[in-house]
């Protein structure tokens, strides 16, 4: 059966009995259960079910007035779409309107707020989907590892710190891998530093990394954020800071046992310091350093012509050169007490003629022979007689006569005999008391008695 065309809300639906007698029966118009015969004797046109508040009609359809169904939470509609529900109503899906421009559905809803989002490369700002720049981002760059990009930065899809942040360049990447490039690339700075400091590399924490200011492996980004103006090495003790220039802080070293100064020089070492080979001042008069030190107190000889006294080199005759023809030098060992002078290097030789003056004894102060003591003794006026320069070759004639008769025998004694009148008093004596013991026993009384006058 067809509804008029003017008839809505309504369905044909099955007649409801009387409630006063549920027991009638309701009869067809003939005796065929046709649509001519019983449709309009069963049937009747109903209204659909009314529903009101959260519930919608559902199934109000030819035959049946259908029921009140509560409205569903979402919407079974696409992306793009809403439909509303309630007071017995469930709309059909209708398009959305309320996103802005460069934005897009990404769902459909119950009501005219439908869920949207920006397009890509677009941020929500205000209400409005502008494109999405660094500017937008809301989270924010590591400043010690990245720089930020600017505001007006375009992202790809959202803005990250990856693409809205720089990294640093580092300062391995700088200063190169091995320390010796590490402190040429330092010792470069040319700032002066203060007393005791140099430019040296910055050493990182285990695990850290050091950044440069900027993105650049540059001196203008780098220099100064992976140089640092440094102390020199602090050493102790035995030890000294080795290397310590433009590049390096340097290293603690062990004091060397020998030195690398020249001779005259020393240095010290210690407590971190190895000094500059400096002069040294120890050695006397007359001497020459052998060698450099590690103290002030560097070794030293005399000069040839001086020995070692102490501290001090005294002068030897071996300086001194004695007139040959005149005189006979001493041993060159023989210390001149001064000054080496013919008087303290030199014997003069015997002269051929006569002499009024007895030979001088060189080593001991002359005293004229008129002040010399008197002899005393039993032989008196002779012995008196014996005094000055007759007490020397009478000695000489007593010791002549029994030498000569072993002149043979004894190079010795004829040396000592010929040279007699060289030598001075005290030495004269010592010879002819030598002489006396090698004479027969006969002849020592002679001798004896002139040496005793003399």
Sequence with gaps: MILPANVTQK??????????????DMFCETQDQTLESCGESCCEMKPCMK?????????????????????PKTSSCSAGQMQSCGEGILSECTACSNAPKNAHYVGSAMSADCPWECDDDHTL???KCIPTTCGTWTGACDAASTIPLA?????SGFCTSTSCCSPKATCGAYLGASSESSSATCALVKEATGDGKVWAPLEATEGATLYCK???SDDSSCQKACCAEQSCKTCSGKFYTDGCQAGTVGTCAACPTSTSCTAGEYQTCGDG???KCQKCSNAPANSVYTEGALSGDCPWSCEAGYVKAGASCVATCALYSCDASSSIPFKPSTLCNGTCTTETCCNSKATCGASSEPAVNLHQPSVPWSKRRPATGKSGPRLRQLQGPHCIVRARRAMI???R???VQSNHARHAVGSFTLMAAKQALSVAARLARRTPLAQRGNIRSVVMAC
């Design 11 to 24: 369905v044909w639906a099955a007649k409801t009995p009387d409630p006063d007698d549920l027991f009638a």
């Design 151 to 155: 505001s007006d930065t375009l992202c």
């Design 401 to 403: 006569a029994p030498v």
């Design 273 to 275: 310091v190895l000094s």
């Design 51 to 71: 529903c009101s508040g959260e519930t919608y009609t559902e199934g109000c359809m030819a035959g049946f007035t259908g029921t009140c169904a509560k409205c």
């Design 214 to 216: 900027g993105t650049e």
């Design 125 to 127: 700002r205000d209400g």
């Design 405 to 407: 008769k072993r002149a």
